[in-house]
């Protein structure tokens, strides 16, 4: 189970990113964050809260600080007491802003924690609401193999033992790139986008059977591996048998679902003397000739039914069946 977000791991984590200062108590540091969101109070400081979500992150941009400070000292005070009165996880003041008296002495009563940062409020939530979507993005784990092919994500999948390491690491003896193995951390960005990561405990360490561990940037150089990818095409390697029926033309398309996304899925039967590691190479290549157009499937298959349509090319091609036939028969 992945560990609360709360308002102290927010400004450990974006201290540095966003100039943070705490301002008041420190208590507010343990609420917890429940909503990927980040927005303004807007109409609560006037008074209509029918609309208003506290549990979202607040932030005090210029508007709403300026609106505050040009308040009585007495209607002020009410207008924040009422807005504290809400259980909201944190409050950001923006632009480096004075305070308006009597706001962070609410604060403290309702130990919620007031962080100051001199951006402008559009960089503030440009960079802070990335950060509150990567902690709320729904997340799995997997077991596979996940290389960087071309350009091109590729998740090996398949049972234990099959060779998805081994296979990887041919890839990176060929110059592509280690993202994940064994253990393949994976997160939703917005509603199509998969990315994917290792463990962050192993790292790029690789387990090969009769070897062991392998340190990949240690042998193979730091551009051998990369921290995180979006996976794009599964492959899934299975043993070869007779019984199994394999897509043979590309025209079928299978696709597996993670997360609620649709990857495109294939199925590589594996016997001796199969070389997997350039047949990986040529599903990249063949993935990005489909993202520029061009689908050598589709391709040969019109130009197939094109010929069968055109009366004269199949006079041509049934005339020349029966020349070789004549020919073998000739010859027996």
Same mark, same amino acid.
């Given at each position: 189970?992945?560990?609360?977000?709360?308002?102290?791991?927010?400004?450990?984590?974006?201290?540095?990113?966003?100039?943070?200062?705490?301002?008041?108590?420190?208590?507010?540091?343990?609420?917890?964050?429940?909503?990927?969101?980040?927005?303004?109070?807007?109409?609560?400081?006037?008074?209509?809260?029918?609309?208003?979500?506290?549990?979202?992150?607040?932030?005090?941009?210029?508007?709403?600080?300026?609106?505050?400070?040009?308040?009585?000292?007495?209607?002020?005070?009410?207008?924040?007491?009422?807005?504290?009165?809400?259980?909201?996880?944190?409050?950001?003041?923006?632009?480096?802003?004075?305070?308006?008296?009597?706001?962070?002495?609410?604060?403290? &009563?309702?130990?919620?924690?007031?962080?100051?940062?001199?951006?402008?409020?559009?960089?503030?939530?440009? &960079?802070?609401?990335?950060?509150?979507?990567?902690?709320?993005?729904?997340?799995?784990?997997?077991?596979?193999?996940?290389?960087?092919?071309?350009?091109?994500?590729?998740?090996?999948?398949?049972?234990?033992?099959?060779?998805?390491?081994?296979?990887?690491?041919?890839?990176?003896?060929?110059?592509?790139?280690?993202?994940?193995?064994?253990?393949?951390?994976?997160?939703?960005?917005?509603?199509?986008?998969?990315?994917?990561?290792?463990? !962050?405990?192993?790292?790029?360490?690789? !387990?090969?059977?009769?070897?062991?561990?392998?340190?990949?940037?240690?042998?193979?150089?730091?551009?051998?591996?990369?921290?995180?990818?979006?996976?794009?095409?599964?492959?899934?390697? !299975?043993?070869?048998?007779?019984?199994?029926?394999?897509? &043979?033309?590309?025209?079928?398309?299978?696709?597996?679902?993670?997360?609620?996304?649709?990857?495109?899925?294939?199925?590589?039967?594996?016997?001796?003397?199969?070389?997997?590691?350039?047949?990986? !190479?040529?599903?990249?290549?063949?993935?990005?000739?489909?993202?520029?157009?061009?689908?050598?499937?589709?391709?040969?298959?019109?130009?197939?039914?094109?010929?069968?349509?055109?009366?004269?090319?199949?006079?041509?091609?049934?005339?020349?069946?029966?020349?070789?036939?004549?020919?073998?028969?000739?010859?027996?």
């Amino acid at each position: 189970m992945t560990a609360p977000v709360t308002v102290g791991r927010l400004f450990d984590a974006l201290r540095e990113r966003l100039s943070l200062e705490l301002l008041g108590t420190d208590a507010g540091l343990a609420r917890e964050i429940v909503s990927p969101e980040a927005s303004s109070p807007g109409l609560v400081l006037a008074g209509y809260t029918e609309r208003f979500v506290p549990n979202r992150v607040q932030v005090l941009g210029e508007t709403e600080i300026s609106y505050l400070a040009s308040r009585s000292p007495d209607e002020r005070q009410r207008v924040i007491d009422a807005f504290f009165a809400f259980k909201v996880p944190a409050v950001f003041v923006t632009k480096a802003q004075e305070l308006p008296a009597g706001l962070l002495a609410a604060a403290d &009563r309702a130990h919620v924690s007031i962080l100051r940062s001199p951006l402008k409020t559009n960089e503030f939530y440009r &960079r802070v609401k990335p950060w509150l979507e990567d902690q709320f993005a729904p997340q799995t784990t997997l077991h596979g193999s996940l290389a960087d092919v071309f350009g091109v994500g590729l998740l090996f999948v398949g049972k234990s033992g099959i060779g998805k390491s081994e296979c990887v690491l041919d890839l990176v003896e060929r110059g592509h790139r280690l993202v994940a193995d064994d253990v393949v951390i994976v997160k939703r960005r917005g509603n199509d986008v998969l990315v994917a990561r290792g463990h !962050e405990l192993q790292r790029h360490y690789m !387990e090969v059977r009769g070897i062991g561990l392998v340190d990949v940037p240690a042998i193979f150089g730091v551009r051998s591996v990369r921290q995180q990818k979006r996976i794009e095409v599964v492959v899934q390697l !299975e043993e070869w048998s007779q019984d199994v029926i394999v897509d &043979r033309t590309g025209l079928e398309y299978e696709t597996t679902t993670i997360l609620d996304v649709d990857l495109p899925k294939i199925r590589v039967p594996l016997n001796p003397g199969k070389n997997i590691t350039v047949l990986a !190479e040529v599903i990249a290549l063949n993935l990005l000739l489909r993202y520029s157009g061009i689908n050598a499937a589709e391709r040969f298959n019109e130009r197939l039914i094109a010929r069968m349509k055109d009366p004269a090319a199949r006079a041509r091609e049934i005339a020349r069946a029966n020349v070789r036939e004549y020919l073998m028969e000739d010859d027996e």
